[in-house]
């Protein structure tokens, strides 16, 4: 199994739509959670960081649930340049991050 | 306050060739990952500097190796260079904040091409 698992899509969504995304863990001392956004041949830019009593930063809320190891994205009211490459990372417990990335979620949205 | 930066941008190198990136990272930032992207993939970790020690790795071969600098910048060292190490090497940094895990901000990548 793997450490980090996101199903790739993609993910084929209009305009205006509600999109969730999730990311499921095996390692349960991990500790830290992030979502980052990568556009096409670009670096990943951090979206936003996972807190265990959940957050909302704009259309964008991520949720955490430890008992079942998994993160989630929702998208609300989807733009079109929100169409990018979602990746899930997952850092193990320690002073020294032990990072994982998920393989990335495709979202497209469609006009 | 200059990001992550990276060099070069793009390389191009034959079978069994030795390369050097570097990479220096974001103001404050005291640690640097190097990640190994191939296309379609998710970025795959392959070691972190702190204090200019490699601290942890990732499940790479030792053709991989690197080293960091006094002032926390980083190189990333690959020999004997295969037609699979072809990919966008990442580097990122952040910091160690009471030991606990701080998110990372990426540098624009280095684009390696093995012919």
């Known amino acids: 199994r793997k450490e980090v698992e996101q199903d790739p899509g993609p993910f084929n969504v209009p305009e205006g739509a509600t999109v969730a995304f999730n990311c499921t863990y095996s390692?349960?001392?991990?500790?830290?959670f992030f979502w980052y956004r990568q556009d096409c041949r670009k670096e990943p830019k951090l979206l936003m960081s996972?807190?265990?009593s959940g957050n909302e930063d704009g259309r964008f809320t991520a949720q955490l649930n430890r008992a079942s190891q998994y993160i989630s994205l929702l998208i609300r009211d989807s733009k079109l340049s929100d169409s990018a490459t979602y990746l899930c990372v997952v850092i193990a417990s320690g002073g020294y991050q032990k990072v994982t990335f998920g393989i990335g979620t495709k979202l497209q949205v469609i006009p | 306050d200059a990001g992550v930066t990276q060099s070069p941008t793009h390389l191009i190198k034959t079978r069994g060739q030795q390369v050097t990136l570097r990479c220096s990272p974001k103001s404050g930032h005291d640690t640097v990952s190097w990640y190994q992207q191939a296309l379609g993939q998710g970025p795959q970790f392959i070691f972190q500097y702190y204090e200019e020690e490699e601290r942890q790795r990732g499940n790479f071969p030792d053709r991989f190796s690197g080293h960091q600098f006094p002032n926390y910048s980083s190189e990333l060292n690959v020999n004997a260079l295969l037609l699979g190490d072809s990919a966008l090497y990442l580097c990122?940094?952040?910091?160690?904040?009471?030991?606990?895990?701080?998110?990372?901000?990426f540098g624009d990548g280095t684009r390696l091409s093995i012919l």
């Open positions: 390692n349960s001392a991990s500790q830290s």
């Open positions: 990122a940094s952040s910091y160690v904040r009471d030991r606990f895990n701080q998110p990372q901000h």
């Open positions: 996972v807190y265990s």
